[in-house]
T-cell receptor, first 111, second 114 residues
Framework: EDQVTQSPEALRLQEGESSSLNCSYTVSGLRGLFWYRQDPGKGPEFLFTLYSAGEEKEKERLKATLTKKESFLHITAPKPEDSATYLCAVRDSGGYQKVTFGTGTKLQVIP | EAGVTQFPSHSVIEKGQTVTLRCDPISGHDNLYWYRRVMGKEIKFLLHFVKESKQDESGMPNNRFLAERTGGTYSTLKVQPAELEDSGVYFC????????????FGPGTRLTVT
């Protein structure tokens, strides 16, 4: 069974203080690793898809990287508007589209 | 372009009652998914439609849950009879046939069973 573990559970940063969120996964044949952002009372918002080890994707202050066992979401010089819960999910090599989510990292960026 | 919409946003029912949740995907999206998040746990997959057909319903917890997708457009998820452990947030997501992996989520329906 696919498993996704995210750490830390919560992270508090000062504005401008860069950091990284971790997503460790166990999956039978990775077909995709996804990062989502979720704001309170809203559904997850798609950020990135990574498919193979060594791949990197960037969007504004966010950069996602992937190894064979984990993914990192690097946040450079965060702003208060980056405060949200960041979710990691994986899809395995089975024939279906379902994804397995982690429990997320709740990020708070303080001005 | 309108996003994924869900109705109602919140439902409070008593144990044993029936509730029907509705999801309207992004227009033109063939793929529709239902997920659930119970308190303190991760979001879990329930099922996946391709147009009007159930592609994967391996995450459905039991036969008290029935999902339908009429004509390949909107979908409903009925819980009958509801139990206390069914409480949680039910999310719907959709994706296109060409960019399958980019799933767009709705705001969710918070279901409380008392």
């Amino acid at each position: 069974e696919d498993q996704v573990t995210q750490s830390p559970e919560a992270l508090r940063l000062q504005e401008g203080e860069s950091s990284s969120l971790n997503c460790s996964y166990t999956v039978s044949g990775l077909r995709g690793l996804f990062w989502y952002r979720q704001d309170p009372g809203k559904g997850p918002e798609f950020l990135f898809t990574l498919y193979s080890a060594g791949e990197e994707k960037e969007k504004e202050r966010l950069k996602a990287t992937l190894t064979k066992k984990e993914s990192f979401l690097h946040i450079t010089a965060p702003k208060p508007e980056d405060s949200a819960t960041y979710l990691c999910a994986v899809r395995d090599s089975g024939g279906y589209q379902k994804v397995t989510f982690g429990t997320g990292t709740k990020l708070q960026v303080i001005p | 372009e309108a996003g994924v919409t869900q109705f109602p946003s919140h439902s409070v029912i008593e144990k044993g009652q029936t509730v029907t949740l509705r999801c309207d995907p992004i227009s033109g999206h063939d793929n529709l998914y239902w997920y659930r998040r119970v308190m303190g746990k991760e979001i879990k997959f329930l099922l996946h439609f391709v147009k009007e057909s159930k592609q994967d319903e391996s995450g459905m917890p039991n036969n008290r849950f029935l999902a339908e997708r009429t004509g390949g457009t909107y979908s409903t998820l009925k819980v009958q009879p509801a139990e206390l452990e069914d409480s949680g947030v039910y999310f719907c997501a959709s994706s296109s046939a060409t960019v399958v992996y980019e799933q767009y989520f709705g705001p969710g329906t918070r279901l409380t069973v008392t």
